[in-house]
């Protein structure tokens, strides 16, 4: 069913209070605590608390990336309720919950290996080069372009999507959130190589992520992030130097 112009004006209401307040004080909440969550976890087999520290990492770094989607989402309704929007926030945070709990469960089998260090990051380097090319990579193929491209265009989504009321706001939400997945899953495993241990890597991803979801931006940078990753990985392999931080780090 196509977005129209009757199917929001049904949904007017008086003037609501603009919902970005709460939503940058929930932004704040999930970073500071998977900050604590990571800083606090000493028992890296601990499967309750690694659970939950993949729920707060995804939180707090997807969360921001869908920023753009909100405001074309708010730009829509105008006055109308809010609940739509809230909803859209909902149906994207359970489909990145879900993510969580298959990024969770990965940790937790690989805990009871040799597969990764005390601090829950790949123990090999041969691993982490080959989970870095893979994300490398993936940023040059057709699902990831596709998936971005949506990403990079909210109006052309909400148009071809759109779906009215709570429930509607709920079911845009989840087909934008498996849309964000396909675009970004595999730098989302770079919580494996340093993200998940150290709250600037995990900033510097979530920027990264951010920038590919903005329509001025995006489509520019997929391809050198991926040379970028590509490159790191083959140092990572190749080099004497890259072998001992990483044996170090």
């Known amino acids: 069913m196509g977005m129209t112009s ?36 000493t028992d890296h087999r601990n499967s309750l608390a690694i659970v939950a520290a993949w729920f707060a990492m995804t939180a707090a770094m997807m969360t921001p990336t869908t920023v ?8 829509i309704l105008g006055n109308s309720s809010r609940e739509t929007w809230w909803m859209f926030l909902a ?41 870095l090319a893979l994300a490398g990579v993936y940023q040059f193929t057709p699902i990831k372009n596709m998936c971005r491209d949506l990403c990079l265009r909210p109006m ?4 071809a999507h759109w779906r009215s009321g709570k429930q509607g706001g709920l079911r845009m939400g989840i087909r ?18 340093g993200t998940a241990s150290h709250w600037g890597f995990m900033a510097l991803v979530t920027g990264i992520m951010v920038m590919e979801k903005l329509p001025k931006y995006g489509a520019k940078i997929t ?9 790191w990985a083959a140092l990572l392999f190749f ?11």
């Open 91 to 131: 149906g994207y945070t359970i489909m990145w919950s879900a993510f969580s709990l298959l990024g969770g469960g990965l940790q937790i089998a690989l805990s009871h290996t040799s597969a990764l260090t005390d601090h829950g990051t790949l123990a090999s380097r041969s691993v982490t080069a080959g989970v």
């Open 176 to 193: 934008h959130g498996v849309v964000c997945i396909g675009c970004c899953w595999a730098l989302m495993l770079l919580a494996f190589v």
């Open 68 to 75: 753009p989607m909100l405001n074309s989402l708010r730009e």
């Open 6 to 41: 009757e199917s929001v004006q049904q949904e007017a209401e008086p003037t609501q209070l603009s919902p970005w307040p709460l939503f940058g004080v929930l932004v704040a909440i999930t970073w500071l605590l998977d900050i604590g969550l990571h800083q606090s976890i």
């Open 223 to 231: 391809a050198p992030i991926g040379i970028a990753l590509l490159v």
């Open 239 to 249: 080099t004497p130097e890259a072998i001992s931080l990483h044996n170090s780090h």
């Open 156 to 159: 052309t989504f909400f148009m």
